[in-house]
């Protein structure tokens, strides 16, 4: 038994949901097997697909993030047109890099043409070299954030009427924009760690998508954000893992981390060490045993959805990613999730009403 609030039971109460990243570069962007991925994702009953975003990626880092990413509200678009029951979402669209105004539009596009398939999740990034080329505010991040959030959220819920904002970081005058999301809003789901993520997510968010906390910090991590929402209702706790691994009888897999490497830029000291098991091991990494024992350990912290990361890129090959989605899909989890919803069905709640009527002075929640 799973104790708390919005509490389930591993393996025969509340469902508990799975998506998967898709690499954004490597062999896994090629056409053939973006698409392929996307089909069979949505045919082995997984909840969403997920795709990160780098936009330009400064040349002290690219021996450690490659820059040919798929640009990540793209490739939602790409992959809702081509099923009909899987949600797409992004892991996490750097939401200071873009317009706030052609975001919400574009955000609003996919959810209209999908019938509200697409999850937002949001951050204030990391890499202070993109920040620069991009003509971005790194030192501010976190205030450009929470003022670019607030602006998307009242123009989805604008209804056509003319909006007007001025504040620090964004100024207009009497604009309209539709057609509205089909529940009024686009579901955004913060990402982070940090303090500044967890009261962007309580205050502004429908959803916590950190990445891989271990089950206590999550766990602490939860709360905080009830205390602040004053409930956890109508809210999605989900996490993005470092790496998901089912290994079969004498395989083994180590999975690396930036920390492997000896030259680490300083921007990326953002990035947790992976968790690891209490028999020592990465979580999500080991048997199908194994695997299930790391999701009840989440799913007691408060996570409900869980999103799996089979590869970083170009650390396996296409056969192998997709033999790893039939394995997770055949014997996990089935353990704790029922078959893929109906089409049309809500299997997260909707995107939750807010105090829209801040129109015209933003407040910003901290400076991280």
């Not at 973006?34 to 021996?63: C, K, M, R």
């Not at 989805?156 to 005058?173: K, Q």
């Not at 009497?174 to 579901?187: A, H, I, L, R, S």
């Not at 009261?199 to 910090?217: E, S």
């Amino acid at each position: 038994m799973i104790d708390g609030e919005g509490a389930a039971t591993a393996g025969g109460g509340q469902e508990l949901s799975f998506g998967v990243v898709v690499p954004a570069f490597g062999p896994l962007a090629s056409r053939r097997a973006f698409n392929d991925a996307v089909d069979t994702i949505e045919g082995l009953g997984f909840e969403d697909v997920w795709f990160g975003d780098h936009v330009a990626v400064p040349s002290y880092a690219a021996h450690l993030t490659r820059p040919e990413w798929l640009e990540p509200l793209s490739a939602c678009m790409l992959a809702l047109g081509r099923t009909t029951r899987l949600r797409a979402g992004t892991d996490v669209l750097v939401l200071p890099y873009r317009d706030p105004l052609l975001v919400a539009k574009m955000a609003a596009t996919a959810d209209v043409l999908s019938g509200g398939r697409l999850v937002l999740g949001i951050g204030v990034g990391y890499l202070k070299g993109e920040f620069e080329a991009l003509g971005a505010d790194y030192g501010r991040r976190g205030s450009v954030t929470d003022q670019y959030l607030r602006v998307m959220q009242v123009l989805w819920g604008s209804a056509g009427t003319p909006v007007s904002f001025d504040t620090e970081f964004v100024r207009f005058n009497d604009v309209c924009m539709g057609p509205p999301p089909t529940t009024g809003q686009v579901p955004v789901w913060v990402g982070g760690n940090a303090k500044g993520a967890l009261r962007r997510a309580a205050l502004m968010g429908d959803g916590w998508h950190p990445l891989f906390p271990t089950p206590d910090l999550y766990r602490s991590g939860r709360d905080t954000i009830v205390a602040l929402r004053g409930s956890g209702d109508q809210f999605v706790f989900s996490i993005s893992l470092a790496a998901t691994r089912v290994l079969e009888a004498g395989e083994t897999y180590t999975p690396r981390s930036w920390g492997d490497d000896a030259d680490i830029p300083e921007d990326f000291g953002y990035s947790p060490p992976i968790p690891l098991a209490h028999d020592g091991r990465p979580r999500f990494v080991g048997h199908p045993d194994q695997l299930a024992a790391d999701v009840e350990d989440y799913a007691a912290a408060g996570v409900r959805h869980f999103t799996l990361r089979f590869s970083a890129g170009g650390d396996v090959g296409v056969a192998d990613y997709f033999d790893q989605l039939q394995r997770f899909a055949d014997q996990v989890m089935p353990r704790f999730s029922a078959p893929s919803a109906p089409r049309g069905s809500q299997p997260f709640p909707p995107a939750r009403e807010r105090d829209l009527s801040l129109t015209s002075h933003g407040r910003s929640l901290d400076r991280s």
